[in-house]
């Protein structure tokens, strides 16, 4: 069963929102990765969230960049949670994509998270907190990868402190 919905407005988002499905896929989260639009296809996108509502999809992310209403096209659809991963696809640096995907009236929320890379890698683990509501492994498995985020900042910090106490080592011994 299709448990996250990962749409692009257009192929060219595809590789900005790559991470997005790898940490699904890490995280053992099944989902479809495709392209629809808001604007070119709205057929197909009305279409995809009705037929994967129904096959039991929770969580819709959907990432776009310019007038980026995809998100919110799909939040007209469905009560489901829909995350919005802006993408900087224009000359105004992704402030287009942002305003649009962000400012929702009231009723149809878009959880937008942050511009690109960082917004899709956050939609996945989002989606992710969100099903593991009711999924106690994953749940589980969240938490485990949050142990590894705490042992790399922890590795990194003993990395930097050694090399700061060795320069003032050295600086003491040459005065
Ligand atoms: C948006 O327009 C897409 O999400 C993409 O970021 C942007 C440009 O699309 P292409 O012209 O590259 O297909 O709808």
Redesign the pocket.
């Known amino acids: 069963m299709t448990k996250v919905a990962v749409f692009?407005?257009?192929?060219?988002?595809e590789d900005l929102m790559k991470p997005c499905a790898e940490i699904l896929d890490s995280l053992g989260v099944s989902y479809l990765f495709t392209v629809t639009?808001a604007?070119r296809t709205p057929e197909r996108t009305e279409a995809l969230v009705s037929e994967l509502e129904a096959g039991g999809c929770q969580v819709f992310i959907c990432?776009?960049?310019?007038a980026?209403h995809?998100a919110g096209a799909v939040a007209a659809r469905t009560t489901r949670p829909v995350l919005g991963v802006p993408?900087a696809?224009s000359p105004l640096g992704g402030m287009d994509a942002l305003l649009a995907t962000v400012q929702m009236p009231p009723g149809f929320p878009v959880g937008t998270l942050a511009l690109d890379k960082a917004g899709a890698k956050n939609a996945a683990w989002l989606a992710a907190q969100i099903l593991a509501l009711s999924d106690p492994a994953l749940a589980q498995r969240l938490k485990d990868e949050r142990a590894g985020f705490l042992a790399s900042v922890e590795k990194a910090a003993a990395k930097v402190e050694r090399a700061d106490a060795e320069r003032r080592a050295g600086k003491k011994g040459t005065s």
């Open positions: 692009m407005g257009s192929a060219s988002d639009s604007h990432a776009a960049g310019m980026a995809l993408l696809a």
